[in-house]
């Protein structure tokens, strides 16, 4: 591996460990009850050391060079630790949409401190660090209720909650899960979604249907589940164990109905059952839905699970 010192006049870069405590002490309130203060900074931690391996391993910056083919050279791919303004420093990265090369953006990946709307101006300069890739946006990520910036253009939130605290909430009688035994049921699976998208032009941008790869890999480790109503098939339901903003959490893949099953008052109890199919009560049911996606948002908050924040798009310059 071979790494590279930080540019003259940047600050020195901190720890994980240290990138670690910047994001816990940006979480929501709410989130810091779920799980040891230890064991979230342990997975916070490991998360970082990819960070910082982004921000100094020249090897892998040219890796990604060669792979992007975006056009400048491997150095310009590197992550960046920055002094915003007296008081805030930040990790900023190069990012593209779908890795598709058209579609750069700076993403704020760490702060030393939670972000405020005053910030943006400055966190928006500072993003000239990436301008060799003509960035339009800058990804922001903030513990801030989706009201409190409405004038800028909302990506994904989280929605998350102790599975244990949302199993008893009521379902409806006849809808139920079973364990998905193959992927047979995809092609109606992407049938279901066309049918959203037609309805709703917007919907592509907001989701997709899982990938065939990611559909078997929940399948394989026995919490991707069927949607059935009143006898027939409806949907899929599925997770995987993963950590999310630190959590020890089951990150929701797929919750899918099906047309037969739409506009039922059905998205709710999704979680629900979910919930009470998933083995360990202590883990978080967690998943992000995009900040326009009322339906999907609406139909979290009626499970049970809490917005703990999310990530607002700012456009550059």
Known sequence: MTTTDPLPGTPELP?????????????????????????????????????????????????????????????????????????LHAMLSIRFEGLDVTKPFVDVSVTSRPVTRADLPALMDAARVYAAFRP?????????????????????????????????????????????????????????????????????????????????????????????????????????ASPQLGLDAQVVQELLLAPRARAQGLGAALSTLLARHLPDPAQVLSGTIHGRNRGALSAAHRAGRHDVGGWWWAPLP
């Open 15 to 87: 720890t994980a460990a240290e990138l670690a405590a910047f994001t816990l002490a940006a979480q929501h309130p709410v989130t810091h009850g779920w799980l040891d203060r230890a064991a979230r900074l342990r997975n916070l931690t490991e998360e970082h050391e990819f960070d910082l391996q982004l921000a100094t391993d020249l090897d892998l910056a040219a890796q990604r060079a060669q792979f992007l083919n975006a056009g400048p050279a491997a150095p310009a791919y590197l992550n960046r630790w920055v002094t915003v303004s007296a008081d």
């Open 136 to 240: 339009p946006r800058l990804r922001v990520w903030s513990a801030a209720p989706l009201t409190d910036w409405a004038d800028l253009d909302p990506d994904r939130r989280v929605l998350a909650a102790p599975v244990g605290d949302l199993r008893g909430r009521p379902v409806p009688d006849g809808l139920t899960l079973t364990p998905t035994p193959d992927a047979s049921r995809s092609a109606d699976a992407q049938a279901a979604y066309d049918a959203v998208d037609a309805d709703h032009p917007h919907h592509p941008h907001e989701a997709r249907l899982l990938s065939a790869e990611d559909l078997q890999e929940c399948i394989d480790a026995g919490t991707m589940f069927d949607v059935h109503w009143r006898g027939g098939w409806a949907g899929y339901a599925g997770t995987l």
